[in-house]
């Protein structure tokens, strides 16, 4: 009875496997959904703004809104959300620590950043301020107070400095 009962679990085990291993290059692979765009620029990947005359600057990237508006200055957080696109602009409405109310409204119209040419509009309206300046893709190093080029980037704008 043991020895039956073993044949038929190694017949039942042998069933299991044994056939050919498929080949995953047929195997068709997801294309990822595009991110939004304004103006050219990517808004699911970082995106930094900012402005001279008063100075400030704006980093955002997926789950990051972080202000700055001197050279010196700590950084601000300000609560992230994800822009609001209708035509060719962009909008995010956020809030301070301190519960005054942000408006960030990016356009996709040119704008002079010193001599770089920069592809979004930017501003930052904090409460009663309103800060005007340049954005695109790219990132920034606060520790270092500087742009940090973007990774893979090659020779674009994102390490172009932002102002106006």
Do not use: H
């Not at 020895?3 to 069933?15: D, K, Q």
């Amino acid at each position: 009875m043991r020895s039956l009962l073993m044949s038929g679990l190694m017949l039942a085990l042998a069933g299991c496997g044994g056939a050919e291993v498929a080949d995953n290059k047929t195997v068709p692979t997801p294309t990822p959904t595009p991110g939004p765009k304004l103006g050219g620029v990517e808004l699911n990947k970082p995106v930094r703004a900012s402005g001279a005359a008063p100075y400030w600057t704006l980093y955002i990237a997926p789950g990051t809104i972080a202000f700055a508006d001197a050279a010196d200055a700590p950084v601000t957080d300000f609560y992230p959300v994800s822009p609001t696109l209708k035509g060719d602009t962009a909008r995010l409405d956020t809030q301070t620590p301190n519960g005054e109310p942000v408006t960030i409204p990016l356009a996709a119209k040119a704008c002079a950043a010193g001599k770089a040419q920069l592809p979004l509009t930017a501003e930052v309206r904090i409460g009663a301020r309103t800060l005007r300046g340049c954005a695109a893709n790219g990132t920034y190093d606060w520790a270092a107070r500087k742009p940090s080029p973007a990774p893979g980037a090659s020779g674009g704008n994102a390490s172009a400095p932002a102002g106006n």
